[in-house]
Structure formats: structure tokens, C-alpha cells
């Protein structure tokens, strides 16, 4: 070939190739890639105590529901030892107080009931002695009685008046008493509101000891970080240390805008680790922010860099365990969603 047509051939050949190239990118299937991340939790106090133990080192795993940590709990032990005497004492005052009710009532019953028959008595009394009065007043003024026992009659009359009118003066009183129960039956219903208060912050009081012991959730999980070290001190809401569901892992991705319509939530696409290439696991699209973005430095996409994105989370749905946090991997829509 002569030397003037190599650089002509050079440049057709060039431009088939970069053709080529073109045609071959259009042809793959539109893929994102991001970085394996996983649901972490932090498990904090939620009351105040010095750390005494921690029993699962960073990279631990731990069993559901496992202790985590355990705190001073001498303090609280202490406020409950305190709320179970004062109920014991509570207990011991409403006994005391429902047997003196017990007691006066059924003296009460027992001294109204006899003030009672005697003034039937003295009722009986006073209606006996009205009569014979009565009978001696006629006899006298017929002449077949004298002054003398008329005055006699008269005489008992009034006494049996007056002792009806002590009587009935001490019934009158004995039924008065039914106050004092009453009152007595009163502080027995304050002292049983008291006990029933002390129950209730006894109950609240065992609820927060439960929290001096911290609890792993209630799955298998492994220690990411320790926050807090034994004889340190935790307040509410200080973190003690987060954990991972080692099976709750996503890729997370930034869909640029042309494309978000089609990445939709259940949307089921392919993940492929970049340690593994060529092998791909199915997964689910969880999550599509609401609010576009500008795409982070460190995630590459096939559009300009620029451009906004939506952040994006895909639920790995098969061999979690191989994926660990931290691996880039791309994720691929499948060929019926590139082409719609």
C-alpha cells in the first residue's frame, strides 16, 4: 500500500472502532453503582448509670434480644427496696384501719340497738305511768282517790318523761357516732389511694430498673462500634454501641433524573460486587428519594457528573452475606426495563 494512503486507513479504521465502541455502550443495559451499606442501629441508655459491663466486642455478633450492656443499678434498687416497705407499711395501716372499722361499727350497731330497746322501754314507761296519771286525776275529782296519790302519779309521770327524754337524748348520740365511721371509712379509702399510687410507681420503678440491662433487638445482630467504655458514665440518650443486621443489607445509588422514572420502588433489577464480576444476585428497589440532588464525587454514573440525581436504595434480596459494607458494586436494571 502505498505510504500516502496509511494515514487515511488509520483514520477509517478509527472511526469504525469508535463506532463500534458506541454502538456496544448503547447496547449495555444501564447500570449505577454504589456501596454496599447496611441498617445500622444505635442502641442507646435511656437512663443514668456507670457502664459495668459490655460483653460483645466490635465485630461480635450477638444474639437476638443478647445483653448488650449493663449499668450501675444500686441507685434504683435502692429507690424499690424504699417503695416496697412503704407499701409494707401501707398494707399494715389499711389492716389496721379495716379492723378498727370493724370494731366500731359493730360496737356502734351493737350500742344503737340497745340505746334503742331502752327507749321502747322508756317509751312503754312514760305511756304507763301517762295512764295511771290519767286515772288518778278522775278518781280524785269523783272522790275515790286522794290528792295525795294523784300527786304520787304525777310525780312518776315526770320522772318516766324525763328518763324518755334521756334516753332518746344518749340514742340520739349513739346514732351521731355513725359519723366517726364514716370519717374512719374515709382515711381507709385515702390510705388504699395512697397504696394504690405506691403500686403504680413501684411498677414504673421496675420498668426503669429493666433499662440499667440494654438489650440487643430482637434479631441476630453484630457489633459495628463501641461508644461507651466500663466506668464511664451514660445519661439518657448516650450511645452505648451500634449494631448490624448482617442479613438488612442495600446498595445505594444516585439515579440521574432521565432515568428515575423507570427506578421505581419494587422495581426488581441485578447487583453485581466488583470482587465478583460477572456474577450477579437479584435485588429490589426500596427506596427513590422525593428531592433530587447533585451526584457525590465518589459514585461514577454513565451521566455528566454534574447533573442531579436521586438517591436511591436497592434491598439485596439473596446472598446478604457475602455483601459487606464498604464493597462497590453496579447495579443493573433488566433488559425489559432498559427497553421500555
Known sequence: MPRRFLPAALVLLAALAAGLWYLRRDAAPPHYTGFVEGEERVIRSEVTGRVREIPFAEGAGAPADAVLARLDDADIQSRLAAKRQELEVLDADIRTQEERIALVAGTWE?????????????ESAAGNAERTFAREKDLVATGASTAQLLDDARARRDQARSALDRTRAMLARSEAEEHNIAVARRELEGLREKRELAAAELA????????????????????????????????PGTAIVSVLDPRDKYVQVYVPVADVDRFRVGRRVEIELDSEPG????????????????????????????????RAK???????????????????????????
Open 110 to 122: 351493737r350500742d344503737v340497738s340497745a340505746r334503742r330497746a331502752e327507749v321502747r322501754e322508756a
Open 204 to 235: 414504673e420503678l421496675e420498668v426503669t430498673r429493666g433499662k440499667y440491662v440494654i438489650h440487643a433487638p430482637p434479631v441476630a445482630t453484630v457489633v459495628l462500634t463501641q461508644f461507651i467504655w466500663p466506668g464511664e458514665l451514660a445519661q
Open 279 to 310: 456474577r450477579r444476585v437479584p435485588g429490589e428497589v426500596s427506596f427513590v428519594a422525593d428531592q433530587a440532588n447533585f451526584t457525590p464525587e465518589k459514585i461514577e454514573t454513565r451521566s455528566d457528573r454534574l447533573g442531579q440525581v436521586y
Open 314 to 340: 436497592v434491598r439485596i434480596l439473596e446472598g446478604v452475606e457475602r455483601f459487606q459494607p464498604g464493597t462497590e458494586g453496579n447495579v443493573y436494571l433488566a433488559k425489559q426495563d432498559s427497553a421500555s
